[in-house]
């Protein structure tokens, strides 16, 4: 059982910059492939980014094509999303997720694990 833990959201102004990391314990981390997704209030939740278990894969929601960057450490059992140029819109609650060894998709039903989530909020 892998268990998630999101770190690093807060409220900042627009066009800044912020960096979010999730923290995986219990599973061999680098056989998972990692997402990070987001939930507006009263919107499903939505695809962010993905990177791939062995880290060589990113894929990317066109909304945040080039503002963000995932990458992951596998001797930190870590994944972080650098998040630049934010927009009141990008305002959710980020959540971290796993599924093993697969592609770095964007449905969220192949995601095997999910962490409780982290606030971000950007004020324009």
């Known amino acids: 059982q892998v268990q998630l833990v999101e770190a690093g959201g807060r409220l900042v102004q627009a066009g800044s910059s912020l960096r979010l990391s999730c923290a995986a314990s219990?599973?061999?981390?680098?056989?998972?492939?990692m997402g990070w997704f987001r939930q507006a209030p009263g919107k499903e939740r939505e695809f962010v980014t993905a990177i791939s278990w062995f880290g060589g894969s990113t894929s990317y929601a066109e909304s945040v094509k080039g503002r963000f960057t995932i990458s992951r450490d596998n001797a930190k059992n870590t994944v972080y999303l650098q998040m630049n140029s934010l927009k009141s819109e990008d305002t959710a609650v980020y959540y971290c997720?796993?599924?093993?060894?697969?592609?770095?998709?964007?449905?969220?039903?192949?995601?095997?694990?999910w962490g409780q989530g982290t606030q971000v909020t950007v004020s324009s």
């Open positions: 997720a796993a599924r093993v060894m697969g592609a770095a998709v964007a449905a969220t039903t192949l995601y095997n694990y």
């Open positions: 219990g599973g061999t981390f680098s056989a998972y492939t």
